[in-house]
């Protein structure tokens, strides 16, 4: 990949026709070290939120090398970019094929599970191997999560005691629980409410675990949306783990993607139309911005415009706009907003930021867009949890007195692998 020193560099070398992906490797390296400094056990980066090679590399580069995957393609990339790394496959519902390939080829061991015929599948497809490792997934309270994901997968909390105690009775080997407390927390309590609920289940079980996995939900930063500290997020880890009822040598993990990666990448977008406060760019909801038109998250921007040595990044009155992709789907909409300056025109280019997890991950080649170039850049993200470039977005003061409007006249009435030794 081609590396440059910031975006603006590439716009004043050439005006890119297609969206280009910059990857920001030293971004991942420095939110690695930091939950391996921080978090007092094992991280898993969870694959699914950027399955790009780069960033499976820079991580090993910088010490994680478990992996969180969910299929066969997964484990077979982490395989190529990071030969010999600890994988777990953390999907709760799998074919029979895909773990035996996992088991077989692979020499995957760690396994998910929410259900009793899982666990049977389980057994079956790695022929009774006495080297497993399972994992028991619970459902928990998402309260605090942007984006929750309870519901489709985690044994209720009133079951899981015999599927704890038929899973322990299952293997010879290693046995633990999950759970995940839904996308993007902004609640670091949530993790030891919920560590609460898993210990509930386990006591009532009678049985001792192996390993407790917290899974992934960690936050980063997007406008409008600023998480608590990060610390304040292990904090919670660390004292739920604290207070379970397991043994010394229990082993405490975690599976964060979005954290880990949110801030290692953006997209530089071509503006194809303006029209009122629509700007129709050449990427959108099928390419890197499906979080932009599904969760309706208002990604932060900035704007470049011309070439050659003329190339700026402009900075001028903003107002808010909406984009609209590239394809003939009216659902190509992102409504924002997005605060851009008033006077952006065709040609100009959109830098948006914080794209690094679901962004690449997300993209598709629906009606022949969604192709995008990758080139290394190494500025710092617009926003980190890490201090790379400050706790959190500065937002403009066209937009701060939007949103002051916005609460003055809604405001609602009334009151306002490593041991439990280690800590």
Known sequence: MRTYHKPLDLVRERSPERPVAFARPDAVAVAARWFQDKFEGDVFYAVKANPSPWVIEALVKSGV???????????????????????????????????????????????????????????????????????????????????????????ELHEAPALLLATRRATQGKMGVSFHVGSQCMRPTAYQAAMAQANRAIVRAGVMVDIVDVGGGFPSIYPGMAPPDMTEYVDSVHRGFAEMSVHEDTELWCEPGRALVAEASSILTKVELKKGDALYLNDGSYGSLFDAAHVKWPFPVKLYRGEGDTAHEVEAPLKPFRFYGPTCDSLDHMPGPFWLPEDIREGDYVEI???????????????????????????????????????????????????????????????????????
Not at 69 to 88: F, K, N, Q, Y
Not at 96 to 115: H, P, Q, S, W
Not at 405 to 420: D, N
């Open 65 to 155: 090398n478990s992996f969180d995957v969910a299929s066969v393609p997964e484990i077979d990339l982490v395989a190529t970019h990071a030969p010999g790394a600890r994988m777990a496959f953390m999907h709760p519902v799998k074919s029979r094929k895909a773990i035996a390939e996992a088991y077989n080829r692979y020499g995957v061991k760690t396994f998910a599970l929410d259900t009793h015929e899982e666990l049977q599948k389980i057994l079956e497809a790695t022929g009774g191997a006495t080297d497993l490792t399972l994992i028991v997934r619970l459902a928990v309270s998402a309260e605090g999560a942007s984006y929750s994901l309870s519901g489709k997968f985690g044994v």
């Open 353 to 423: 930021g914080m794209l690094g997890a679901y962004g690449v991950a997300m993209n598709t080649r629906f009606n022949g867009f969604g192709d995008a170039e990758t080139v290394v850049v190494g500025d710092a993200p617009m926003a980190s949890m890490f201090g790379l470039a400050g706790r959190s977005i500065r937002l403009p003061r066209e937009q701060q007195d939007e949103e002051r409007k916005v609460v003055r006249f809604s405001r609602p009435k009334g009151r306002a692998g490593k041991s439990r030794r280690k800590r």
